[in-house]
C-alpha cells in the first residue's frame, strides 16, 4: 500500500473532516427546518407520531399544500374541531382546502403509512 503525499493526507482529512462538520451541522439544524405540520405532528398527543412518520407527512405536505394551506392545517392537530368546521363549511375556498386535505390525506397515508 502507498501511502499519500502528506499535503495530500492533509487535504483528504480536511475534507473528511469538513464533510462530517457540514453532516452534523444539517442534523443538528433539521429540528429548526422543520415544517409546520411536521412540528404540529411531533407535538401531538399521537401515541404513533414518531420523527420519521411526521418527517414523512411533512414531505407529503410540501408537495401537494400550499405554504398557506399547511399553515392551516397544521392547526387542526391541535384542534381537530376546526377540520370539521372547515369540511362541512359551504365556502368555496373552504371545500377547495377540502378537497386538497383529503387528497394530501390519502397520499400521505400510502407514502407514509
Known amino acids: 500500500m502507498t501511502l499519500l503525499p502528506t499535503s495530500l493526507r492533509s487535504a483528504g482529512l480536511c475534507a473528511l473532516l469538513t464533510a462530517q462538520v457540514i453532516s452534523a451541522q444539517m442534523i443538528l439544524v433539521q429540528p429548526a427546518q422543520a415544517g409546520v405540520i411536521e412540528r404540529a405532528c411531533r407535538n401531538s398527543d399521537r401515541s404513533a407520531a414518531s420523527p420519521a412518520l411526521c418527517r414523512c407527512i411533512q414531505k407529503v405536505a410540501n ?20 377540520a370539521q368546521v372547515v369540511r362541512q363549511s359551504s365556502n368555496h375556498r373552504d371545500e377547495q382546502l377540502w378537497e386538497r386535505y383529503k387528497l394530501f390525506g390519502d397520499t400521505a397515508a400510502k407514502t407514509c403509512g
Do not use: A, I, Y
Open 63 to 82: 408537495v401537494q399544500l400550499t405554504s398557506s394551506e399547511r399553515k392551516t392545517v397544521s392547526k387542526w392537530f391541535g384542534d381537530p374541531h376546526q
